[in-house]
């Protein structure tokens, strides 16, 4: 009997271990003929399938197909199921910015992100219909790209496991995705803007619509309130000039009531010191405490006057070219006899007689003066004032005025240049207003200029004043008489005749004792202005004194009806008049005058000016 063999059936363990070697071996086949073919080993393929063995030549790729697929915008390969990559075009190679030669050959997991792996994996596990995904391959320099992946299964005898991929790069999409994404996002952010800036207009224009009715309707209201307001202020503006005009007037009558009796006592006091008889001792100091009671109350009218018009701006100065050496001889003759009743030494430094500086003459005088008729008085006995001009800055000129006094404490410092403050000063000996610097202040501000001081405890004071300087045009000093009893000029020796119209009896007398002294002018008086005017036309004298506040019509008048008449109009008339505001001196001036003085007179400028008119009337 024939023993039959029986053979065992392979497990499935022992038959899945069987296909992974032949699988094994052909995967190492197929990558021997890949490295044939990178080698250039191999001319051509023989493939063995059902219809018979096919030879595929290396030199047919480079036909139609090849050219297509390297041609293509897009990425090419073919590949195992293992994701070995056979064959990829250049264009995938330039996507994942590697060579080609390192692309073929290579796992497609090494080009694929690791989040996109597993699935482009299960492309490679399905049969059948193409396979589309989204995926993100990762470049040899590090960027990720995203990629659109088309996978298809190759339907090839004896090469069931071949996969083609067309991989399209989506990054211009991405970007172009993005950027209408951002124009989105930025239509609709301007759109909202624009419903915003729509809802806003609509505000804007509700809220104007609004304001334009309250404006309307407080229009009218606020018309009204105007006009009441600027009815009010015109009333306002009238009462101010009217106090004004009322104040000018009051203190143009105080001046001229007070200069009135002034004229007799400080007239008679300086006949008295410069009479023929000399007084004795005793009247003497009686006649300079006149003097000096006489001139401190003149200070004072002068000082409130003053003080009044600046601070209702009715000053005016002029802006002329001033010399100052020829000021400093002036004050230095006014107060050296000051000076030296009160022991101090006066030293004046000399300086560019050159210098002029900007500003009105006589204010510049006055300001000087004060400074040093203050130095004087607040020194200590046997003192000494310093007197300096030197160029504080290239257009300025500091004027100093130093003296050796007991010196003024910062608090006490401070409180100068203020009106009627005498610093403590009041219960002491010297006399003062404590007007004078605040209008010296006054006048060097309105000339363009500034003025201060400093002060050491025990060894003195300087104050000093500072004005612009300006290159002379033309020669400004003035000889100026020097203030005394006897007479610096000669009356002509022809007798002649003086007409004096005058209604104050004292005033009246003191002339004609002025003329006493002069036998070669003989006097005629009248006390009102009619009577002035009869005696002019009978008499034809050689000059007329008028006064201007008169009984019936006044010296300006007078003037003005002798003016008309022929046989009149050539005769100098010299106004002596208490009406010594500034405005009275222009309007009379201007009016015709010959000289306009004021009361009270100083002897030696009354003849001067007689002098002059009656040479003026001797030649015709």
Request: charged residues 25%; glycine residues 6%; hydrophobic residues 40%.
């Amino acid at each position: 009997m024939e023993e039959k063999v029986v053979q065992k059936k392979p497990t499935t363990q022992q038959q899945h271990s069987l296909e992974m070697e032949h699988l094994r071996a052909r995967l190492d086949e197929a990558e021997e003929t890949l490295r044939a073919i990178r080698g250039g080993e191999v001319d051509a393929l023989v493939v063995s399938g059902v219809g018979g063995e096919k030879v595929f030549t290396l030199q047919g790729a480079d036909h139609v197909y090849q050219r297509l697929v390297e041609s293509m915008n897009e990425g090419a390969l073919t590949l195992t199921a293992n994701g070995v990559i056979l064959y990829a075009n250049r264009y995938f190679a330039e996507m994942l910015q590697a060579p080609l030669e390192r692309v073929i050959g290579s796992t497609i997991h090494t080009w694929i992100a690791p989040d996109s792996r597993r699935m482009f994996q299960s492309l490679l596990s399905r049969d059948g219909a193409e396979e589309d995904r989204e995926l993100r391959l990762a470049a040899s320099d590090g960027e990720w790209v995203p990629a659109h992946c088309s996978v298809s299964k190759l339907f090839i005898d004896q090469m069931p496991d071949l996969f083609c991929a067309v991989v399209t790069d989506l990054r211009a999409q991405k970007h172009e995705h993005e950027a209408l994404v951002a124009s989105e996002a930025l239509s609709r952010e301007l759109l909202e803007q624009s419903n915003q800036s729509r809802r806003a207009l609509q505000l804007v224009i509700e809220e104007q619509k609004r304001t334009e009715t309250e404006l309307y309707q407080h229009r009218h209201h606020l018309e009204e309130l105007v006009a009441a307001r600027t009815a009010e202020l015109a009333q306002a503006k009238e009462a101010a000039e009217s106090a004004s005009l009322a104040k000018s007037a009051f203190l143009s009558n105080m001046s001229h009531e007070l200069r009135s009796p002034l004229n007799a006592i400080l007239g008679f006091a300086q006949l008295l010191e410069g009479s023929k008889t000399p007084p004795t001792a005793a009247q003497s100091v009686r006649i300079r405490e006149i003097l000096k009671a006489g001139r401190y109350l003149l200070d004072l009218i002068n000082d409130i006057l003053d003080l009044a018009a600046i601070e209702s701006g009715n000053l005016s100065l002029s802006g002329e070219p001033v010399s100052l050496i020829d000021v400093m001889h002036e004050c230095q003759a006014m107060v050296e006899s000051q000076a030296r009743d009160h022991g101090i030494h006066l030293h004046f430094f000399p300086f560019d007689h050159s210098w002029f500086v900007k500003g009105d003459r006589t204010r510049v005088k006055q300001v000087l003066l004060n400074l040093l008729s203050n130095a004087i008085k607040y020194n200590r006995e046997q003192g000494t004032v310093e007197v300096k001009c030197t160029g504080s800055a290239p257009e300025r000129i500091r004027v100093s005025v130093r003296d050796s006094g007991m010196g003024l404490p910062d608090e006490k410092r401070l409180q100068l240049f203020q009106p009627f403050n005498r610093l403590g000063q009041e219960a002491g000996t010297v006399e003062g207003t404590g007007i004078g610097l605040v209008v010296a202040k006054r006048l060097v501000e309105l000339m363009g200029g500034r003025i201060g001081a400093e002060s050491t405890i025990g060894v003195g004071s300087e104050f000093w004043f500072e004005l612009s300087r300006v290159a002379a045009t033309q020669t400004a000093a003035e000889n100026t008489m020097p203030e005394g009893l006897t007479p610096q000029t000669q009356l002509n020796t022809a007798p002649r005749l003086l007409l004096y119209v005058e209604d104050n009896p004292a005033n009246m007398m003191l002339v004609e004792q002025i003329i006493e002294d002069h036998p070669q002018v003989r006097m005629l008086s009248a006390r009102e202005a009619n009577l002035g005017i009869a005696l002019a036309r009978a008499h034809l004298p050689d000059v007329i004194l008028m006064d201007i506040n008169l009984p019936g019509i006044n010296g300006i008048e007078a003037m003005n009806i002798l003016r008309k008449d022929p046989a009149t109009a050539r005769i100098p008339i010299i106004a002596l008049s208490a009406n010594a505001m500034l405005h009275d001196i222009k309007s009379g001036l201007e009016a015709g005058f010959f000289r306009y003085l004021t009361k009270p007179m100083k002897i030696n400028e009354f003849l001067t000016a007689l002098d002059d008119a009656l040479n003026l009337s001797a030649t015709g």
